[in-house]
Structure formats: structure tokens, C-alpha cells
């Protein structure tokens, strides 16, 4: 098994960041919350800034968690953190991502996301 950590950003104006998935990837074309797999001994919250740093080049304050999720995708098993988290600074610059959008909670189910990251969308949605 696979751990992920995902972080859920807020910006001031209560949007969540969400990130498209390059083609070439694996769930290529998905929308997400930003993140990536823990490293060992790696908190969750070190994985989220240092992972956003690497793959984004923003500067994240990770502060609550909001639930963790396991998903088989068959060839991968995975468990993924999500956090919350506040987004801090940074011009963002895409690495795994071809696309982002700072989206309203409860826009976020019309984009199609991967599936480990569902049960997510739809807490947020009901928040």
C-alpha cells in the first residue's frame, strides 16, 4: 500500500485549489487535490509543504485534519491524508498538473476527479 497525502487549500476567498492531472500520468486527465506519497518516517504535513514546494512552487500552512481514504486501483493500492491547509505564498508553476482552478466548494462536483479523491469532494460539499 501506497500513502498519499493531499492537501485541501483554501485562499482568502473560501475557494479550494484543484489540479488537473497531466495526460501522460497515471489518473491522467483527473482533477485532484494537490499532494503526493509520503516519505518514510515523513509527517503529513511535511509531506503537503514539501510536495507543493516541488510540484507547484507554493508555501502552504497544512492545519486540520479531514479524513483519510483507501482506494484500490487495482495495479495500486492507496491510502490517502487529506489536510486542510491555507495557502501562504508563491506564483504557482505546474510540474505533474496541466491545469489548476480555485473552485467553491460546492462547484467542485462538476469536475470529474480520481477516484481515491471523491469521498472528499463530496465532505466539502456538504460542508
Known sequence: MIEVAAAIIENEQGEILIARRKKDKSQGGLWEFPGGK????????????????EEMNIEIQPYESFGVNEHDYGSVHIRLFAYKATFVRGEI???DHDRVEWVRPKALKAYEFAPA???????????
Request: glycine share 0%; aromatic share 4%; net charge negative.
Open 93 to 95: 508553476v505546474l510540474v
Open 38 to 53: 509520503l516519505e518514510p518516517d515523513e509527517s503529513v504535513e511535511a509531506c503537503l509543504k514539501r510536495e507543493l514546494r
Open 117 to 127: 479523491d471523491v469521498k472528499f469532494v463530496e465532505l466539502l460539499e456538504r460542508e
